[in-house]
């Protein structure tokens, strides 16, 4: 016991009564710095649960098959206006990409958003469309060495398409099918429908694109599609594809939703649209994306 301790001067006993005062100091912030520890951790955990995390809200897509049989990257107007109404509504699309038949027969039944979808009279009785996206030019693409002068539907009278199963190209072309021209069903396998008119099994297929002319989309058709049997013409500074200098229709392109569905969402989403259009932010960020392309 340190009372028995031969002092001859007091340092042992200072020393062991300020180590007894620093364990007590020690201790209260110790037991302190826990509850402050214990109280920032109840904090993050009360911010976290006070978060919403963003709502992911399905959307049906089609899909485009590539060369390799990968799904095709969307097309630069589809990620414009994915990206635009995910940050004006503050939601993320959780993409079902699907063959486009497929995609619109669930869409009609009430299984969900549907993006990329025109009106025509039988979609307009069970869907309802948001406000207009965009405009696609519904183009002809034959090969350059057969090529044939078109203006009207009846220069189609005889000829083989190829279209999308499912897609429209406008109600009057639609009304035509197997009647004044022959349709051939495609998939969404565009490599394989290009290399399907490459080998004249077709003499002409639609083709859609916004904000593009006969000469650019020529380009861009020839330098993605060309199947590897014709990459000579590529050497040769022969396109194998051509664009017609008309199109057939032009088409207005939407979100649609069945009738059956809650609006509520396609009603926001149509004041984003309405507000993107007038300020000129939708056709920015699709003219961003179209540039990046």
Known sequence: MFYQLPLSDHSIFTTVRISAAAKCVLAAFAITLSISTLGVAQQIVASKMATPSVPKIPLMVSEEIGDDLSPSPLPPETRAVLKFLESQLDIQFELRRQPWKRALDRAMVGEGLIFGVSKTKARLKVLNFSETLYEDGVWLVSRCDATFPFRTLEDLKGKTIGVVRGASSGEEFDAQANKLFRVEDDTGATQGRFTKLAQKRMDALVFYKANSTPERLSEE?????????????????????????????????????????????????????????????????ISAEQDRN
């Open 221 to 285: 058709l020839n330098r993605l599609y060309t199947p590897p049997a014709f990459a000579h013409t590529k050497l040769q500074g022969k396109p194998l594809f051509c664009v017609l200098p008309q199109t057939i229709t032009t088409t207005s392109i939407h979100i649609g939703l069945a009738k059956t569905q809650d609006q509520s969402l396609i009603q926001r989403i149509n004041q984003a649209i309405l507000t993107g259009r007038k300020n000129g932010s939708l056709q920015k960020i």
